[in-house]
Structures are given as C-alpha cells and as structure tokens.
C-alpha cells in the first residue's frame, strides 16, 4: 500500500480495505484480472474483471429481453468514450459509426455526460472495438470506474466570447490532470503500443508531479490516485458564467471562468459536493447539490483542483461505497471544514467565492452564429439514441454531413448533437440532407420533448428497475394531452425519467421527475427550477404509470388557477409546497372527457388511365425534366385544355 509524502496519517492508511478496495490494489494498477480473462475463450467476464474492465471505460450487461430460463444471459458490453468538452472530431465519429454497425446493436448513444455510448458489443470484440476508437482520435479510458469520469463544458462554439474557449481549454486540461497514468490501458488493447494523441500542455504534466502538502504519491505509477485509486466515481465540468447548460449543482467539482473586462483569464470561481445517486428506502443516501467553496487565481487551478481530489481520495468512505461520493463528505464535515482541509493541500489560504451572474440553461437548438461569420448547428437528438428507424434517419444524415464536410461535432450536456464551424455555403445543403432524413428543426419538436432526458434502462442496465427511454415517448404525450385537456396546450416544462435511483438523466433537477422504483412504478419528484439549479422533492411513492393522468390532472388545473403570471411549473410547486398540492388533489373532481374530433371526410382520389406506351415516355420525360410525374402530366393536360 502505497504511502503519502507527508508524515500525517490519513484514513487512507488506515483504513480497513473493503473487498474492493483491496481488488484495486490486487489489480497492479488496472491489469489483473482483466488482462488474462481478454485471452480466455468466453462470453463474459468474471465479477472481478468486471470491477477492472469499469476503469477501461466498459460494463458487462446482458439483454434481458433475450433471456431465457435455463440458458446463458445474452452478454454484451456497453463501451463509453472519454470526450472532454463533449468534442468528437469527424475520424472519430465516423469511426464510431462505423463500429456501431460491425460489432454493436447499430445505433449510437449520447450520453449525459456528452461522450458516446456503444451497446451490444461481444466479449471477443472488445479488443478490436477499444483499439479502432484510440487509433481514430478516441479514448475510453477513465470513462467509468472509481476516478475522475469526462470533464464537462457547454458545447456552445462562441468565438467572439473568448470565456468560452476558455472552458473548453481547461476541460481539456482538467482532463488530462486526472487522467490515469497506468500503462495497462495501452497494454492491453494496443498490446504496448500507445496511440499518437495530442501534446500535453507542460503546466499540467509538471502540475501532476508537484507534491503540494502530500497530494501525490512518489512511487508507483499513479502519482495522484495511487494504487486505490478514488473511493468512487467523481466528477468535474467547467463553465462560463450564467451558462448551466452543464448541470454544474450536480458535480463534484464545477470551476466558473472568470474574465477580467478585456476577455482575459484571471482565475475560477470553484464549487463542490453536488451528486444525485440515491438509493430507495435508504434515508442516508441521497441528492445534494453542490456549495460555493472559492475562488482560484489561474496559475493555482491545478493545485487546487488536486487539493480537492486529495481531500476526498484520503478520507471519502472506502468502506460503504452508498456513503462513499464527496457530497457525503461535505455534508458529514460542513463546508467550512472542508474548506481548511483542502486549504492544508493546497498550501495557501482560499480566496472568497466571487459575485456571479444568475444561470440559465441553454440547449443551443437549431441554426446559430458562432461569431466568426461561421454557423453552428444543434440537433434534437430523442434520449440520445442516433438509430435509423422508418423513415427517420438520423444516423445516415450525421454520417452524410461528417463524410461530405469533414465537420467537427460536440456531444451537449442534454444529449444532443452540435455540428460547428459550418461555411454559411453550405447551410442549405445541410439542411436538406437533415429533411431528406425525417429530422426535425427545434421549432418542430414538442417543447416537452425537447427539455426531457431518460437513461437506457431496460433492457441492458443491470440496475434498472423498470423502463425509461422505451417509454418517455408516450409519457410525454399523455402529459401534453392532459396539459391541453385543462386549457395548457403550449405549457412546458424540465421533465426527466431514470429507471433507478442512481440518477444517471438527472431527474432530481427536472420539474417533474420520473424515478423507477417498481414494475411501472415510479417515484414522482416535483419543484426543481427551470434552470436546474434548485433540487426538486419527493412528492409521491410508487406512483403506477397507469395512474399517471388521475395523480397529474388536478395538479395541472391547481397549477393553470393559481400560478402566478410567467411563473413556470417547478416554481409554482415549490412555492404552494405539496400539501397544497395533495389537499387540492383530494378533492378534485374531474373534467368531463373531451369526445375525440370527428374524422374528416377522405378526399377522394381521381384516377386517369393512359397506355402503356405514354405512361413510359411520360416517366422518361418526368426523369429528364427532374419532376414528378403528376406534375408533368397537369402541366399537359391544362395547356391541352388551354387550347380547346
């Protein structure tokens, strides 16, 4: 067991190391057993390689779908890429795609912390998966597992607002800070060889070795994480200020740049102990959003932001892993003891939290101008899911854009898509491809659609309990109809649905949130603020999906009657509060059914024979002329008529 520098103990070393934990340390760094179990002719991997296989970036699930009593599970893996910033150059995603179709289940997923996910990935192609995404741009490393997971950024490619650049900049470097030393990544997928990837900047690489107050190992080859790595997963984003289109309150750590009047970097404004996993009927786990901690000159942000991960690497809870995220550790503590642990890191006193602006979430839908005479792009993409289905053709339309115009993308916070640095020339060829394929612009889709998010649940997550992404579909319609049916037609507001408590589409900081917690049964959460930034509350258990327009009606009308003009419905239920809302529910009596519309009339369709030798010239000429054959045959009927 590795040691800090400083002669202080820490709960580190003391502490008993839980069967995990000592795992870790079995695994030399990474390796064991992942490594061996590669080489074995099987479908799936032991539960220890599957603790390992995390830190690689993949989880081992089965299609539940696909079970049958008394046969094996239908193995598969779920890979996730490591994209800071959400950035996905045009080699990668086409090689992505491309993967999707050879060795997954042919779509791509979106996630909510703006990388891709493949699913349905064998066991015997893992290897050859992982190795095709490093040697195109792409890395999987530190995607999952107990450290740092994909540093976060607003994908907004403003390049008259240099703040912005900025936060992709640092992303980029926060990133790399933290990234895993271990050779086993490399090893194992490349058989040694390491993929040709970007210069690091010289700051971090020397920021990673400085010791600063015992935040570093001196041997081994993990000189922040050690052989034990974090004691749970952890999560960092860099944003600009006003702009939550991160979700920052649900980080572990957020940084704000800040900008002195001329556009130039000065330091960050820092919060910490934001998370959302939960666990049902556990009262001692649950969500909590993150608190202003200080601010940070800029040549002190590495430093810090080690101060930090060494604060909750040596005394986070590595025995209870329901207790073990840094949230816990801030609340157990308070803030300001927190505080002076960190500041005996970081080696120098914290500076005050600065003013900032009030923040607001942005998606960034549809056409806009970067500031360069340039445009960017962003398209609706339904839960994440990039698929073909019918006359829907997502996946052939982005692959058609990155194949014709080379066009870097950015994956959002809420699982859309952002193409960026478009020549104003080619907008409309672009946008003709996306009609070609049944994509719609932002104005076109459902306002509840467009500010929803699910995670996959069924049938792949091992944790879920009940479906999210299968489902939200038709939740969001019965919604928008029972919004219409009490006078709310064009009413909208944050709703988001788990299929578990974890929290994974982050629905404790939606409007109304959806928690599976049974068979089609779901906890209903209620109150959070349209620009996430207010944690919504428990309001109803077990609610049956069936019930969903008996337990919403009377909450929609109370709400049309009582809110106050511009307030939006999160705000309306937290203000009344929920016993508001369950007295006015108790005695409600429902509206009469509206009767559904009469069908109109089908127009009958005319019909004209010709010969068979005129319909052939007809369709030649049509061909030639590039027009349709009914318009062409109009066009020669009224002039023939014209003339009698």
Known sequence: MLMPTTATDTPLATQKLSKLEALKVRSNYL???????????????????????????????????????????????????????????????????????????????ATT?????????????????????????????????????????????????????????????????????????????????????????P????????????????????????????????????????????????????????????????????FAGGGLGRTHNKEETFARIADEICYVAKDDVYDLVKAIVATQRDYGDRVNRRHSRMKYLIHDWGVDKFRQVVQGYFGKPLEPFKPLPPFKYEDFLGWNEQGDGKLFLGISVRNGRVKDEGSFQLKTALREIVEKFNLPMRVTPHQNLLFYDIDPANQAEIQTILDRCGIKGEKDIDSLERYSMACPAMPTCGLAITESERVIPSILERIRALLTKVGLPDEHFVVRMTGCPNGCARPYLAELGFVGQGVEAYQIWLGACPNQTRLSQIYMDKMKIADLETVFEPIFVFFKKERKPGESFGDFCDRVGFEALRDFSSTYEPLPETPAPKKAKRKERQRIRVRDEVYAKLKAEATRQGKQMIDLASEAIEAYLGRS
Not at 42 to 63: M, P, R, V, W
Not at 183 to 199: F, M, N, P, T
Request: net charge negative.
């Open 113 to 201: 912390r703006q990388g891709f996910q493949l699913h349905g990935i064998l066991k015997k192609n893992l290897k050859a998966t992982i190795a095709e995404i490093v040697n195109h741009m792409g890395s999987t490393l530190g995607a999952c597992g107990d450290l740092n997971r994909n540093v976060m950024a607003p994908p907004a490619p403003f390049k008259n607002r240099p703040e912005y650049d900025l936060a992709w900049t640092y992303a980029d470097r926060i990133a790399d800070l933290l990234t895993p030393q271990t050779g086993a990544y490399y090893e194992i997928w490349l058989d040694g060889e390491k993929a040709i990837s970007g210069e690091e900047d």
């Open 31 to 109: 390796r064991e057993p992942l490594a061996t179990e590669l080489q074995e002719d099987t479908t799936h991997f032991t539960e220890d390689a599957i603790q390992i296989l995390k830190y690689h970036g993949s989880y081992q699930q089965d299609n539940r779908d696909n079970r049958v009593k008394g046969q094996e599970k239908d193995y598969q893996m779920m890979l996730r890429t490591r994209n800071p910033g959400g950035f996905i150059p045009p080699e990668l995603y086409l090689t992505l795609d491309r993967l999707s179709d050879q060795y997954g289940n042919h779509t791509l997923r």
């Open 203 to 270: 700051a971090v690489k020397a920021a990673r070795n400085r010791n600063g107050n015992g935040t570093i190992f001196h041997e081994g080859e993990e000189p922040i994480y050690g052989d034990r790595y974090m004691p749970r997963k952890f999560k960092i984003c860099v944003t600009v200020p006003g702009d939550n289109s991160v979700d920052l309150y649900s980080q572990d750590v957020t940084l704000v740049v800040m900008t002195d009047k001329q556009g130039e970097l000065t330091g960050f404004n820092v």
